[in-house]
């Protein structure tokens, strides 16, 4: 069964170094998502790429996160430099294209945590 | 705003029935889901709902859409110790396409 990978699965960094995390979505899925959970929250959205472009990043802290999909297929999240705050989870999702009633499948995430 | 509400802990016996329930404030709201997540997981879609329907039943889960006053709730009959997860009740609004905005998440633990 197709999946959406993300790797690594667990970070551990000092704080004001730079992170990167990946995520291949399943093959054809127009659509990619970048969450951020903390814990004992809900996810919230990041980044959102239809194909290589950006859609929506209205929630991205672009003084330090960023985000690119340069062919469209897989994607890297940075986050340089990181803060203490940002330990979180940060969860991949892709869907087939953008519409409400596309389901957006999870990978299992990259847990941050930011020493 | 968007912002959804949920409770965040909820305990019963294994073959109980569980109801966690959600509230919303975004009445432009099209589509309402719950997803589960377990342990070090990422989250699984188990249903959604359009706001034209009052109800839908798959399997053990039924889901009941009250729009009037933004409230989602899901029931799921017989439950079992694997459902064991944290449930997420997320809307969709109508001012962007597939975004979704998700609650803190109710904690469902199933004892034998």
């Known amino acids: 069964e197709a999946e959406v990978a993300q790797s690594p699965r667990y970070k551990i960094t000092e704080k004001s170094q730079a992170v990167a995390f990946w995520c291949d979505p399943i093959s054809g899925h127009a659509t990619l998502y970048w969450y951020r959970q903390i814990l004992g929250q809900g996810p919230e959205l990041l980044v959102q790429?239809?194909?290589?472009?950006?859609?929506?990043d209205s929630q991205l802290p672009k003084d330090r996160f960023s985000a690119e999909r340069l062919k469209g297929v897989d994607s890297t999240l940075k986050i340089q430099p990181a803060e203490l705050g940002d330990s979180a989870m940060y969860l991949c999702?892709?869907?087939?294209?953008?519409?409400?009633?596309?389901?957006?499948?999870f990978g299992p995430g990259t847990r941050l945590t930011v020493l | 705003g968007e912002d959804v509400e949920q409770s965040l802990f909820l305990s019963v016996r294994e073959g109980d029935s569980s109801v966690i329930n959600c509230t919303y404030t975004d009445s432009s709201s099209t589509y309402l889901y719950w997803y589960k997540q377990e342990p070090g997981a990422g989250l699984q879609l188990l249903t959604y709902?359009?706001?034209?329907?009052d109800m839908k039943q798959d399997q053990r889960l039924t889901v009941l859409l009250n729009k009037k006053d933004k409230h989602l709730s899901l029931r799921i009959a017989d439950t079992q110790t694997g459902d064991s997860a944290i449930y997420f009740c997320a809307e969709s609004p109508r001012s962007g396409y597939s975004t979704l905005t998700f609650g803190k998440g109710t904690m469902l633990l199933v004892s034998p």
């Open positions: 790429f239809q194909d290589e472009s950006v859609v929506d």
């Open positions: 709902i359009f706001s034209n329907m």
């Open positions: 999702a892709s869907s087939l294209t953008r519409g409400k009633d596309n389901e957006q499948f």
